[in-house]
């Protein structure tokens, strides 16, 4: 098995598509427009499936916002530098929640940005192969 994506319901879709493209570097991979049952889907990412897996957004025609519930958490993100990303983050007006520092009661390095939504997206400092730089 391997995730495929994640989908997020979002009440302005190029407003999404410009914070997870411009603020946290994912590409724009392919968008599916339904007229017939009003809505939209963006899918983004650092790759495409099925090596990578993708985020989906979903715009419901005439859906500007949505109760964002106790039971969300957040999706995660390897980066190689919390605090750098971070900093290009702010410098790119995206909203950073909680700075880059120690997870509590252990030592990965994280942070946390939001999203123009509310939804909470974690950055947790990992090396790996091929670094996406923000």
């Given at each position: 098995?391997?995730?495929?994506?994640?989908?997020?319901?979002?009440?302005?879709?190029?407003?999404?598509?410009?914070?997870?493209?411009?603020?946290?570097?994912?590409?724009?991979?392919?968008?599916?427009?339904?007229?017939?049952?009003?809505?939209?889907?963006?899918?983004?990412?650092?790759?495409?499936?099925?090596?990578?897996?993708?985020?989906?957004?979903?715009?419901?025609?005439?859906?500007?916002?949505?109760?964002?519930?106790?039971?969300?958490?957040?999706?995660?993100?390897?980066?190689?530098?919390?605090?750098?990303?971070?900093?290009?983050?702010?410098?790119r007006g995206g909203n950073v929640t909680r700075e880059a520092g120690p997870v509590k009661g252990g030592k990965t390095v994280i942070a946390f940005v939001q999203d123009p939504?509310?939804?909470?997206?974690?950055?947790?400092?990992?090396?790996?192969?091929?670094?996406?730089?923000?």
């Open positions: 098995m391997r995730l495929l994506h994640t989908m997020l319901r979002v009440g302005n879709l190029q407003r999404s598509i410009d914070f997870y493209t411009e603020v946290l570097g994912m590409k724009l991979l392919r968008t599916s427009d339904n007229p017939e049952y009003q809505y939209t889907l963006a899918f983004l990412g650092f790759g495409s499936n099925p090596d990578h897996a993708e985020l989906e957004l979903t715009y419901n025609y005439g859906v500007e916002s949505y109760e964002m519930g106790t039971a969300y958490g957040h999706i995660a993100i390897s980066v190689p530098d919390a605090a750098a990303a971070c900093a290009a983050v702010k410098a939504d509310g939804y909470k997206v974690e950055l947790i400092e990992r090396e790996f192969d091929t670094p996406v730089t923000l």
